[in-house]
């Protein structure tokens, strides 16, 4: 069993293209043993994004703190503290802080090789 804090989680950058102000912390995942899902906490400073993405696989999401807006490639849909997300496969997404606090939040996503 895993048991810590999360801030003694590495911090780190997404090398992903197309991010603004975004670090997170892989909670949980294969390193751990974790073979079904992965748990991620993401922290993205105020007027900061992540891309405007899809890819093949859902996520879950959970906002912790802050606020902001997701957006797909026609909309935006405001969000806060408390409100949930389900992502399905190949649905556009962004996740905006608008707020100026750090917007933080839970994502799961499948353990991937």
């Given at each position: 069993?895993?048991?810590?804090?999360?801030?003694?989680?590495?911090?780190?950058?997404?090398?992903?293209?197309?991010?603004?102000?975004?670090?997170?912390?892989?909670?949980?995942?294969?390193?751990?043993?974790?073979?079904?899902?992965?748990?991620?906490?993401?922290?993205?400073?105020?007027?900061?994004?992540?891309?405007?993405?899809?890819?093949?696989?859902?996520?879950?999401?959970?906002?912790?703190?802050?606020?902001?807006?997701?957006?797909?490639?026609?909309?935006?849909?405001p969000f806060k503290a408390g409100d949930i997300f389900f992502v399905p496969a190949m649905e556009w997404h962004q996740f905006v802080n608008i707020g100026k606090e750090t917007l933080k939040f839970?994502?799961?996503?499948?353990?991937?090789?």
């Amino acid at each position: 069993m895993k048991h810590v804090h999360h801030t003694e989680v590495e911090l780190e950058e997404p090398a992903e293209p197309g991010v603004k102000d975004v670090k997170l912390r892989w909670l949980i995942s294969k390193k751990d043993g974790a073979e079904n899902f992965a748990m991620r906490l993401f922290e993205i400073k105020s007027g900061g994004y992540t891309p405007l993405h899809q890819h093949d696989w859902e996520h879950e999401v959970f906002i912790l703190e802050g606020n902001g807006v997701t957006r797909d490639k026609t909309s935006e849909e405001p969000f806060k503290a408390g409100d949930i997300f389900f992502v399905p496969a190949m649905e556009w997404h962004q996740f905006v802080n608008i707020g100026k606090e750090t917007l933080k939040f839970l994502c799961l996503i499948p353990c991937k090789e």
